[in-house]
């Protein structure tokens, strides 16, 4: 699965635990247990979304929305679709 996979997402903090929601409008929801404070959040969410699709850190990008709960990431080389994504895109993947 060569390439680079670029996803829409809308974040939750401080949520119980880690987890990919399913879809909110045309974005995919990501509950992530990290505080908005001091990047925490990002940090928490770049290291679920690689262990997620089992990538380096360094091969998740924060495209656009640093500072929002709108995201836009790039993923290089993602090994594997997980599977709650998977389904929301059947097409795709």
């Known amino acids: 699965m060569p390439g680079a996979l670029t996803i829409r997402l809308y974040i ?4 119980s635990r880690d987890q990919i929601i399913g879809l ?13 404070v001091d990047g925490q959040a990002n940090t928490h969410l770049v ?3 690689a262990k997620q699709f089992r ?5 998740v990008v924060i495209e ?14 993602p090994q ?3 599977a709650v994504i998977a389904a929301l895109y059947p097409a795709e993947f």
């Open 24 to 36: 909110h409008g045309d974005e995919i929801k990501v509950a992530i247990t990290a505080p908005p």
């Open 55 to 59: 990538v380096a850190k360094s091969n």
């Open 64 to 77: 656009k929305g640093e500072l929002g709960r709108h995201k836009q990431l790039r993923i290089v080389n």
């Open 47 to 49: 290291k679920f979304i």
């Open 80 to 82: 594997q679709i997980p």
């Open 12 to 15: 939750q903090p401080k949520a």
